[in-house]
């Protein structure tokens, strides 16, 4: 079993910058890889970015060149970076840790961005 706690989320307006945190615990060794998805109210679940464990980097074209995705192995803890934020990124964003076939989920946190 993996455990993941979201952290980081709150409000911020337009332009500004947050930065979300996941920190892993429990059997996270082979950990293969770590996304973070978004879900705003009345819409489907999105994959935002993602990481493996050799460092390799995806992202959505909606958040390419703002957001960033980094790992801290040391801290089990993986982070996305958000700039230049906008409205449309108001969402919960929860992370995911993929390990042997299992998809571990955490619980979310929610990022609002005021005009």
């Known amino acids: 079993q993996v455990q993941l706690v979201e952290s980081g989320g709150g409000l911020v307006q337009a332009g500004g910058s947050l930065r979300l945190s996941c920190a892993a615990s429990?059997?996270?060794?082979?950990?293969?890889?770590v996304d973070w998805y978004r879900q705003a109210p009345g819409k489907q679940r999105d994959l935002v970015a993602s990481i493996t464990s050799s460092g390799s980097t995806n992202y959505a074209d909606s958040v390419k060149g703002r957001f960033t995705i980094s790992r801290d192995p040391a801290k089990n803890t993986v982070y996305l970076h958000m700039n230049s934020l906008k409205r449309e990124d108001t969402a919960t964003y929860y992370c995911v840790a993929s390990r042997g076939g299992m998809h571990y989920w955490g619980k979310g946190t929610l990022v609002t961005v005021s005009s």
């Open positions: 429990g059997s996270i060794f082979s950990i293969n890889a």
